[in-house]
């Protein structure tokens, strides 16, 4: 049973515009998100988190939105790079006291910055 | 240095042998994990241990067996290996209930 869906395999964008991620969850315990980034030939690499208080959290380029009533958070890049290049995974707990840092991943979305 | 270090990287082996996988993480965490990659690239936790103990243990066969010595280490070893055991096996490393842990680079294994 999935309970977090990324429904997009792959993304294909030019260098210097937006990249959007999706992320859809089924459980309304999940109240931590996170986002991956992964290299081939390694493991993946915290990106940026948001709590379930939270339907906004920014880093640099990186800005997630989170939409609880709508079980869906994205995660926006802006603007892409070719580092940027990666598969990235979005992940979610049901709550920081309870599950001992047990993440739910989805399966990734490839993403691809052209020049 | 790297933070969290897996042994060996790739491992290919027979079906009905015994293997392990080391793990080792010099960032002073306190909990360690592992996390199996499958073929439709999701990635599902098998254990957790926090200080040598062991906190989760998913539905995973009892052939799958972690073995943490100290809070630094947390080794997998698989008995009997099976077809469906292939896989990327994912060591990570973080402070109690954080979530913003670090991962290894990875184990690919092949049974054939």
């Known amino acids: 049973d999935q309970q977090v869906k990324q429904n997009s395999p792959s993304l294909s964008v030019q260098e210097g515009r937006i990249s959007i991620l999706n992320c859809d969850y089924t459980?309304?315990?999940?109240?931590?998100f996170l986002w991956y980034k992964k290299y081939p030939a390694e493991g993946p690499t915290f990106l940026i988190s948001?709590?379930?208080?939270?339907d906004k959290n920014e880093d640099g380029r990186f800005t997630v939105f989170l939409n609880k009533s709508a079980k869906h958070l994205s995660l926006h890049i802006v603007p892409s790079q070719p580092g940027d290049s990666a598969v990235y995974f979005c992940?979610?707990?049901?709550?920081?006291?309870?599950?001992?840092?047990?993440?739910?991943f989805g399966a990734g979305t490839q993403v691809v910055v052209t020049p | 240095d790297t933070a969290v270090s897996q042994t060996p990287k790739y491992l290919v082996t027979q079906m009905g042998n015994d293997k392990s996988i080391k793990c080792e993480q010099n960032?002073?965490?306190?909990?360690m994990y592992w996390y199996k990659q499958d073929s439709k690239k999701f990635l599902k936790i098998m254990f957790s241990?926090?200080?040598?103990?062991?906190?989760i243990n998913e539905t995973v066969p009892n052939r799958f067996s972690p073995k943490s010595p100290d809070k630094a280490h947390l080794n997998l070893h698989i008995n009997s290996l099976e077809l469906g055991d292939s896989a990327v096996y994912f060591c990570?490393?973080?402070?109690?209930?954080?979530?913003?842990?670090?991962f290894g680079s990875g184990t690919r294994l092949t049974v054939v």
């Open positions: 241990y926090n200080n040598k103990e062991l906190i």
């Open positions: 960032l002073g965490h306190d909990t």
């Open positions: 992940a979610a707990s049901k709550g920081i006291a309870d599950s001992w840092g047990k993440l739910q």
């Open positions: 948001i709590s379930s208080i939270k």
């Open positions: 990570a490393s973080g402070y109690g209930q954080s979530y913003g842990y670090t």
């Open positions: 459980n309304s315990m999940f109240d931590y």
